[in-house]
């Protein structure tokens, strides 16, 4: 199986169904279309740089022949993968939206503190070559949870009924299907730059980054959203 094949059947074809049942029950208007765009290009953006070194530097590869190509040196299906998985996110999210009036944003130090652990931790997973892959994941994580968590900590707690289900199950799909594409052969992690930690033939860093960017995309969302109403 290919790089495309793969991204086409367990992305590609569950975003247009999901998106045919969301617009069929009119939950992308104006509003929720406009902020899933948007987080489809902060994705690509933020991603692009930090996914080109983590090849650069050998934490993951790919083999001849499964790739159409590469920009940089991330295969062009790579960029697919970010923007298609943060839309369909974004798509799930749409069909689930809170019922009650979403507070806006306010200052929260505990969050801060909380993303800033995360981001000390991660520099510390920096000083092992094991730790590297979690390393380069935490600190990555550490720009948006402190702002999501700084701005948006009541908002979030107050919409958590809304969005964390669809992050566990999402997760928890896109975790399913690294792992075939593992056991594939479409991919594969360098075991010098990781744990060795696995949930089958998944390791615990690649289920690590999808937990982190579901929550990036889910949270991001449901801020947009507090504090487009909230405004208005």
């Known amino acids: 199986m290919t790089y495309l094949e793969f991204l086409l059947l367990f992305v590609g074809i569950p975003l247009v169904g999901l ?3 969301a617009h069929r029950k009119k939950r992308l208007d104006r509003l929720n279309l406009t902020g899933i765009v948007l987080m489809g290009a902060v994705a690509l953006i ?3 740089p930090w996914d080109n070194y983590l090849i650069m530097r050998g934490v ?3 083999p001849e022949g499964v790739v159409l190509g590469t920009l940089g040196y991330v295969p062009i299906e790579e960029y697919g993968f970010m923007i298609m998985q943060t839309l369909l996110a974004g798509t799930l999210w749409s069909m689930n939206l809170p019922k009650n009036n979403q507070e806006g944003l306010s200052f929260s130090a505990k969050g801060l503190l909380l993303a800033l652990a995360i981001g000390i931790f991660g520099s510390y997973c920096l000083t092992l070559e094991s730790g590297t892959y979690a390393g380069l994941i935490l600190v990555w994580a550490f720009p948006p949870l402190a702002l999501q968590w700084s701005l948006g900590a009541r ?4 919409s ?6 669809l992050w566990v199950g999402f997760t928890l799909y896109l975790c399913l299907a690294d792992s075939f594409a593992i056991s594939q052969g479409i991919w594969s992690l360098t075991l010098s730059t990781r744990s060795g930690w696995e949930l089958g033939n998944l390791p615990v860093e690649e289920a ?3 937990a982190l960017t579901n929550l990036f995309v889910l949270q ?3 801020l947009w959203r507090a504090w487009k109403i909230s405004s208005v």
């Open 19 to 21: 998106f045919l049942v």
């Open 46 to 48: 933020y991603t692009t």
């Open 60 to 62: 993951w590869s790919y």
């Open 155 to 158: 908002a979030l707690r107050q």
């Open 160 to 165: 958590l009924k809304s969005w964390a289900p």
């Open 208 to 210: 690590l980054f999808f």
């Open 220 to 222: 991001g969302l449901s």
